[in-house]
């Protein structure tokens, strides 16, 4: 594809993709190229470097979180609505949680969230920077966990790319796991009942749990108030 054909837009819609598939360590101009059928050279006509494609592309996947009519429910539903499109939209983009730690994300598609997700704070009484607080503690609470989905994600590209098997190599490493925490009368005792998996298991709905508990605590926050 020549480059007075491609569009950013294309070039930042495949860039998900690419990230989406092979992850941070994936993207290059080179294999994103390929992708659109157009030298790497044509891709720098609209994107200043990988980093700066990183940002637009992290910005891009914030469209993709709903923001709930505030006029049609309450403020927890909001909220909660909100953390739950939050934590599937890093579900289904786990390298974006990885590049938050590395670049400075900014844009429409995050401004648009962050203005709404404050205006949800403020609606259930929240002013100035306990609005933010307020926000901040939630996002905060979602991001730490996506946090094992995608370094999950992370491990199992980058032992295929080493050649083992991702799947026999986590296997063994949870039954070395186990083998320590079996030294620990908590860890045992846990690892021995039906209701723990793996070493690294967690209850359902843990998540869910989580949320509803910070958010109890908001709440309390706004009627001591």
């Known amino acids: 594809m020549p480059r007075e054909t491609l569009t950013k837009d294309q070039i930042v819609t495949t860039a998900v993709e690419l990230l989406d598939d092979e992850g941070l ?11 659109l059928g157009a030298a790497a050279t044509a891709v720098y006509w609209h994107v200043k470097n ?3 494609l990183v940002v637009l592309a992290g910005d891009r996947v914030w469209d993709e979180i ?7 429910v309450d403020w927890r539903t909001a909220a909660a609505a909100m953390a739950g499109g939050l934590h599937a939209m890093f579900a289904r ?12 994300f900014y844009g429409p598609g995050k401004a648009r ?9 403020e609606r259930a009484g929240f002013t100035g920077p306990d609005a933010d607080r307020a926000a901040a503690t939630v996002f905060t609470f979602v991001l730490g966990n996506a946090l094992a989905g995608a370094a999950t994600a992370s491990l199992v590209r980058r032992l295929g790319r080493d050649g083992a098997d991702p799947g026999e190599r986590m296997a063994a490493t949870l039954r070395s796991a186990a083998e320590v925490a079996a030294g620990f009368p908590r860890l045992r005792a846990r690892l021995d009942s039906p209701a ?8 359902e709905r843990t998540f869910e749990r989580g949320l509803d508990t910070l958010l109890d605590g908001l709440q309390a926050e706004l009627a001591r108030r």
């Open 66 to 72: 709903a923001l709930p009519d505030l006029d049609a």
């Open 113 to 121: 969230h962050d203005d709404h997700s404050l205006a949800v704070y």
């Open 25 to 35: 360590e994936g993207l290059n101009m080179r294999s994103l190229g390929k992708r």
């Open 50 to 52: 990988k980093d700066d």
């Open 196 to 203: 723990a998996a793996d070493y690294n298991a967690t209850p």
């Open 93 to 104: 983009h786990p390298w974006l949680v990885q590049a938050l730690g590395s670049h400075l």
